[in-house]
T-cell receptor, first 115, second 113 residues
Framework: AQSVTQLGSHVSVSEGALVLLRCNYS??????LFWYVQYPNQGLQLLLK??????LVKGINGFEAEFKKSETSFHLTKPSAHMSDAAEYFC?????????????FGKGTMLLVSP | SAVISQKPSRDICQRGTSLTIQCQVD?????MFWYRQQPGQSLTLIAT?????????ESGFVIDKFPISRPNLTFSTLTVSNMSPEDSSIYLC??????????FGPGTRLLVL
């Protein structure tokens, strides 16, 4: 079985500040990890994913995440927040690189960006 | 990535009625999935829809309540039957083709009164 824990249901930052959204996972097999973003009244958009290879993964909109096996973590970061980054962010784990099998989602973290 | 549309985008329904949600994708895909996102909650997989076979339901979801059709490789429907206020949620479909990542539709926002 696999699970995802996202620390903090809400994270508030100022525009221009560092964004750090935390995700820890549990998986009995090597995991594949995903970050999705959900803007208000929209579906989920893939930000980035880790399958194999380089542990630092770069995604869209300046986001990146680092897979740390020893810490079972896949935290999402962005050096400088923009107002348009305000959205809900979901971390997910799968046992296949495509998410072809079941994607297990965390509870989500709402990112609030203030001017 | 695939372009996915859902109809309706939102609806308000009376308890005891049923609603069918459509998911259309602009290219053929192997797998289609249906998720529920209850207010303030994360996504929960309802079922996986395979073309030409019965849908595979997750624990806690049954075919009588959530019948699913998958008539071809670009289309699927989810019906929410005999609705109650507890069914008020966002229902999302997602698609995956071969070894590609899951991509999500815009969701259907359902309110049951």
């Amino acid at each position: 079985a696999q699970s995802v824990t996202q620390l903090g249901s809400h994270v508030s930052v100022s525009e221009g500040a560092l964004v750090l959204l935390r995700c820890n996972y549990s998986s009995s097999v090597p995991p594949y990890l995903f970050w999705y973003v959900q803007y208000p009244n929209q579906g989920l958009q893939l930000l980035l994913k880790y399958t194999t290879g380089a542990t630092l993964v770069k995604g869209i909109n300046g986001f990146e995440a680092e897979f740390k096996k020893s810490e079972t973590s896949f935290h999402l970061t962005k050096p400088s927040a923009h107002m348009s980054d305000a959205a809900e962010y979901f971390c997910a784990v799968s046992v296949t690189p495509s998410g072809y099998s079941t994607l297990t989602f965390g509870k989500g973290t709402m990112l609030l960006v203030s001017p | 990535s695939a372009v996915i549309s859902q109809k309706p985008s939102r609806d308000i329904c009376q308890r005891g009625t049923s609603l069918t949600i459509q998911c259309q994708v602009d290219s053929q895909v192997t797998m289609m999935f249906w998720y529920r996102q209850q207010p303030g909650q994360s996504l929960t997989l309802i079922a996986t829809a395979n073309q030409g076979s019965e849908a595979t339901y997750e624990s806690g979801f049954v075919i009588d309540k959530f019948p699913i059709s998958r008539p071809n490789l670009t289309f699927s429907t989810l019906t929410v039957s005999n609705m109650s206020p507890e069914d008020s949620s966002i229902y999302l479909c997602s698609v995956a083709h071969l070894q590609e990542t899951q991509y999500f539709g815009p969701g259907t926002r359902l309110l049951v009164l």
